[in-house]
Nanobody
Framework: QVQLVESGGGLVQPGGSLSLSCQASGNIFRINDMGWYRQPPGKQRELVATITRGGSTNYVDSVKGRFTISRDNAKNTVYLQMNSLKPEDTAVYYC???????????????WGQGTQVTVSS
């Protein structure tokens, strides 16, 4: 059994910054891709950024140049640094990780519980 625990959400004014973190714990063999998604009020969940185990990153166009995803494989943790925040960044942010089983190397996905980010003056 594994668990993803997110932290770092909150209320921030437009133009401000927030940093999110998500740590995986439990019976972990290997983690492949990790990522951040968000669900704005009344909308569907959408991809924000992903990062491979080797550090290759991918961002949705709306956050490029403002958000930075990173990870620490030794700590099983993924981070999201959010700068120049806008009201439209308001959402519940979820982390996702792809884990490998040691016996078969088959993959399975877990989601964090979500953390609220509100950008408002």
């Amino acid at each position: 059994q594994v668990q993803l625990v997110e932290s770092g959400g909150g209320l921030v004014q437009p133009g401000g910054s927030l940093s999110l973190s998500c740590q995986a714990s439990g019976n972990i063999f290997r983690i492949n891709d990790m990522g951040w998604y968000r669900q704005p009020p009344g909308k569907q969940r959408e991809l924000v950024a992903t990062i491979t185990r080797g550090g290759s990153t991918n961002y949705v166009d709306s956050v490029k140049g403002r958000f930075t995803i990173s990870r620490d494989n030794a700590k099983n943790t993924v981070y999201l640094q959010m700068n120049s925040l806008k009201p439209e960044d308001t959402a519940v942010y979820y982390c996702k990780a792809e884990f490998l089983r040691p016996s078969t190397y088959s993959a399975y996905t877990y989601w964090g519980q979500g953390t609220q980010v509100t950008v408002s003056s």
